[in-house]
Every structure is written in structure tokens, then in C-alpha cells.
């Protein structure tokens, strides 16, 4: 089922996975172990909120609420949680899931965990034991009554959205303007050179989006993220492009409509919520606005993810936020009430821009083009090589449109089953049943930030690890770290 290759492993110290579990994952689960074992303690509410992990944020919750069976079943997930920080921290095995509701998922979890030997946290695939902490988490709000459904992350994801604003606004202006362009020119001649280039720049802005995911927060400050989000760090980014598919997914798209099939979806396989999903949602609205697909599906996960991860409210909540700029935007945060700042006013320009933007987008999800459609399988615990034989209803389902794009690293990731590849084997070599023959058109597009990577020009690696901060001689790759640079992959169906 699996790349022979072997995998990413934690145990690994020149693989970025080492440096995950010992520094970001305790970091994300709860900050500071005092939390947990003094979680009445007032000073968490004066912390920054934008720094905060799971736990902090659970308890920021229950200090809030005054029914006392909610904050009984809050306070046992806290505990939980700092339970799961010890074992991450103290290399215990990983233990198996309780059932939480989904017995087979659980059992698939459980079962990998015995097939592996039950290890420990510091000797265990980097993948699996990454899914398997988000999964574990997802199980303590699960079977309560009161958290079932709470997002432990939303809070973070909100705030990075709102602290995204000058992208947001710059990029609402842009669409408009090309959405209008695009109408007027359908309406005297098609201009296909013009249509290239617009596609090309929308997958630009959407594949730098995944540059900016929260799971890396901890390592990235606010600042260098809105940095990153700007047109002008894009330009500048051009050629950190490693492998560039985009001219010949465009000719999938425009053969398609050219020979004048009915039905051409294109399908995202969705990363990141707040930034990264707004620009997701100028593409697929550029995709359809164009003609080049006649309806998009995007694919969310079913559980709190890899902390960003877009959930199906995540996209009614976006939505609402830029349906009422004013309401979003100036609303001061509570990160900003402690900082004493006001936020700036939004303009009536700008107020208009996103709301046309809003009603671009509504109108497309209320006739139908652009639908959510979940699958819990997008939150197991295997690579993508396992998907046809796994999720075969999710293939067929995959298998009806004429793109999927793969969003993000931890798709890539899944697609090449986070093995040890030699960085010049093919693309398509490295998906597996997903790859030749797959009957699935795959394309990827990723910022890098895991060791993993396919596809290079011979010697491209080495030169990359020169570079300062590259990783050099000491066997870690780790320019392929922190999203600088980026690869767009395409793998052909047939
Ligand atoms: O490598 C850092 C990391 O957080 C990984 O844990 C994970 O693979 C990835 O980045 C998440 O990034 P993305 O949101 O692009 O999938
Ligand atoms: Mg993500």
C-alpha cells in the first residue's frame, strides 16, 4: 500500500520532523506546562491570545462559560491535553485512540499504531505520528456534549484573517477589476493569451497563500506573514519556483472547454482556513467566471487540523466576515484591547470591493458551482498512496474532475507518502496508485515545509543547500523548511 521508500521519521535529527516534536508540537498543544497544572491561574488571560495552543484556549473558554457541566467537560479536556504534551515530551508510546463515535477511524488509527511495533513520540513516521496528535485531539472534544463541535483552533484562524487585512484589501480591488475585464472581453472577442496570463497570475496568488499556514507560527511572527502575503513579495518570489506545471494544467482546462465538454469541474483539496481559502476562492471564482471549469468543489477536513486547516464553518465564516467588512475589520480584537490600538477604519472603496467580491462568490455557491463537499478520509492517518483502496468512493469521486488541486505541504506530503525520495524521481513516480493510470489529473501546489521533495532538475538540491541557511553539509534539507521556496506539480491521468 505503501512507497517502499522509507519515511520521514521523528527519531531523525537532520529531518525537520525532529525539530517538529520536540519544539512545535508541545507549543501547539498547550504553552507552558504551569497551564495544565494550574489552569485557575489568571495570568493566561493577559498572554497575547494570538500565541496561545489548544489549551489555552480551551481554558479561555471555560472561564467564560457558567453552566458547570460545560465547564466540568472543559476542564477533563484540559487535562487531556496536557496528558498528551507529557507523553509527546517524556517519548512515551503512543497510545491507542478511545472510541469517540467513529469506531472505524479509531480502529484504523489503533491498528497502525500496532502494525508500527506501538512506538514512541521520538522513533515513529513523521506523518502518521503528526495526524495521529490531531486525531488524539479531535477525541477528547468528541464525545462530550458541550465541545463536540468546538474548534479549538477557530480563534487563531479568525485572528490571522483579520491580521491578513492589507492583503485581503489589495486583492478584493484586483478582482474586481479582472472580473470585469474578463465579462467585457467575453463580450467582444475571447482573448486566450490574456485568459494564460490571468490564469497564471491567480495560481500565483494561490500557491504563495500556502506560504502563510499557522501550524509554523511558531516559528514566523505576524509580521513576516502580511510580508509574505503582499503582490509585490509574489513578484519577488517568481523564481523561488522550483518545477513549474501551470502551461500544461491550463491546456487540460482549455482542451476541455475547446472540444466542448459539458461538465468541467475542478476539485480543490483544501488546506488552509482565513488567508489561504480567500485565495483558493479568487481562484476557483476566476476559474469559473472564465469558463475554464463549470463548477468547483472544494474539500475541507471534518476535525480540527494541522491547526489551520479549513473546516466547513471556516467558509460560512468567511463569507460573513467580508460580507461586512466594517463589522470584521474595525471590531477591535481582544489582543488589541490589551494593546490599547484601535483598528483602522475601512474605506468605502475598499468596503465596496469586498462586498462585490462576497456577492461574486455567494451567488456562485447558491446556483450550485461552487460547493463544499467533506470526507472524513481527508483526516487519516496514511499517505494518498492508500486512497484508491481505502476511500474508493472518494476516487470515483475525484476521478470525475478534469483537475484536483492538492493544496499545501501536508498534501504533498500525502501524495508522496513523506518518503526519503531521491529529489530527481519523477513527480509522477512518487504518487504511487495516484500517479500513472490513476484516472486522477493531480496537481500540487506547495510551499515547502517538510524535507520531502520530487521532481528537481539533477544538481538543483545540492545547489539549494548551499545557499545560506540551506542546510549545507549536514544532511538536513532544510531550505525546503520554511516555505521560501515552491514547487507547482502536475501528474496527467492517463
Ligand atoms: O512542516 C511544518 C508543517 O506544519 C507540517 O507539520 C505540515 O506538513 C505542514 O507544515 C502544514 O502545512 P500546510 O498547511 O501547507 O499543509
Ligand atoms: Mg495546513
Known sequence: LDAGTPQYMTSDPTSFASNSVRQRWPIIIVRGA????????????????????????????????????????????????GNLKYEVQHDRKLSPIADDGYPDEVAAYNKEIADLGNPSWLHVPWLFSECYMYRRISSFFQPTKHWKNYDVFARQKTDSFRGSRNAVLELASRYKELVEQLRADKDVTHDDEAEKLLFAEFFDICLWGNATDLSLLTSLTYEDIQQLQGSAARKAAEKNILVNDLPASYEILHKARAEGQKERRVDFVLDNAGFELYVDLALAGFL????????????????????????????????????????????????????????????????????????????????????????????????????????????????????????????????????????????????????????????????????????????????????????GDSGARTWAWHGKWAVVCLSQRS
Open 34 to 81: 504551569v497551564m495544565v497544572s494550574t489552569p485557575d491561574e489568571p495570568r493566561l488571560l493577559t498572554r497575547p491570545p494570538r500565541q496561545t495552543g489548544a489549551v489555552d484556549d480551551v481554558y479561555r473558554a471555560v472561564s467564560k462559560t457558567h453552566d458547570p457541566e460545560k465547564q466540568a467537560e472543559g476542564k477533563k479536556i484540559i487535562e487531556q491535553l
Open 288 to 471: 469559473l467566471s472564465s469558463g475554464l471549469a463549470t463548477q468547483v468543489i472544494l474539500r475541507p477536513k471534518s476535525i480540527p487540523w494541522f491547526v489551520s486547516d479549513v473546516l466547513p464553518g471556516d467558509f460560512s465564516a468567511l463569507l460573513n466576515a467580508i460580507s461586512n467588512p466594517k463589522a470584521f475589520f474595525e471590531t477591535q480584537t481582544e489582543d488589541e484591547q490589551l494593546q490599547g490600538k484601535t483598528p483602522e477604519p475601512v474605506s468605502d472603496k475598499e468596503v465596496q470591493d469586498l462586498v462585490f467580491v462576497f456577492q461574486e462568490w455567494a451567488n456562485l455557491h447558491v446556483e450550485g458551482r461552487l460547493i463544499m463537499r467533506p470526507n472524513r478520509y481527508w483526516t487519516a492517518g496514511g499517505s494518498f498512496w492508500r486512497l484508491p483502496h481505502q476511500a474508493p468512493e472518494l476516487y470515483e469521486d475525484l476521478r470525475g474532475a478534469e483537475l484536483v488541486i492538492f493544496k499545501g505541504d501536508l498534501n504533498y506530503r500525502k501524495l508522496t507518502g513523506d518518503a526519503r525520495w531521491d529529489p530527481t524521481t519523477p513527480f509522477q513516480e512518487a504518487l504511487g496508485p495516484m500517479g500513472k493510470g490513476s484516472g486522477v489529473n493531480v496537481l500540487s501546489l506547495r510551499t515547502c515545509k517538510a524535507d520531502v521533495v520530487v521532481g528537481l532538475p539533477a544538481g538543483k538540491d545540492e545547489e539549494l543547500k548551499k545557499t545560506e541557511g540551506g542546510g
